[in-house]
C-alpha cells in the first residue's frame, strides 16, 4: 500500500479508469459479436446495422485510448471482410 497522498490517488483514478475500459472492450466483444452471429445467420440487413455499431464502437475506443489503431484497423477489416462474403 503507498503511503505518498499522491500515490494513493493515483491507485483511484488507475483502478477507475481500468474498471472503464474493461467495461468498453466487453461492450466491443460483444458487438462483434453480432456481427459474426448476423453473418452465421445470413442476414445481410443485420449484418450492416451490427457492423457499422461495432465500427463505431472501435473508433471511439480507439480515441479514448483504450484500443491501438492497428487493433482498430485489423477488426474492422476482419468483420468487412466477413460480411462481404454474404453479398
Do not use: P
Not at 445470413?42 to 463505431?56: G, P
Not at 479514448?64 to 468483420?79: I, Q, T
Request: net charge positive.
Amino acid at each position: 500500500m503507498a503511503n505518498i497522498k499522491q500515490q494513493i490517488k493515483r491507485n483511484l483514478t488507475n483502478e477507475k479508469r481500468r474498471l472503464l475500459n474493461a467495461s468498453y472492450k466487453s461492450s466491443v466483444r460483444t458487438a462483434v459479436k453480432r456481427v459474426e452471429l448476423a453473418v452465421k445467420e445470413n442476414k445481410l440487413d443485420e449484418a450492416i446495422v451490427a457492423l457499422n455499431a461495432a465500427n463505431s464502437k472501435l473508433d471511439k475506443g480507439h480515441a479514448k485510448g483504450v484500443f491501438h489503431k492497428n487493433f482498430v484497423n485489423r477488426n474492422k477489416a476482419n468483420l468487412a471482410a466477413l460480411v462481404n462474403t454474404l453479398s
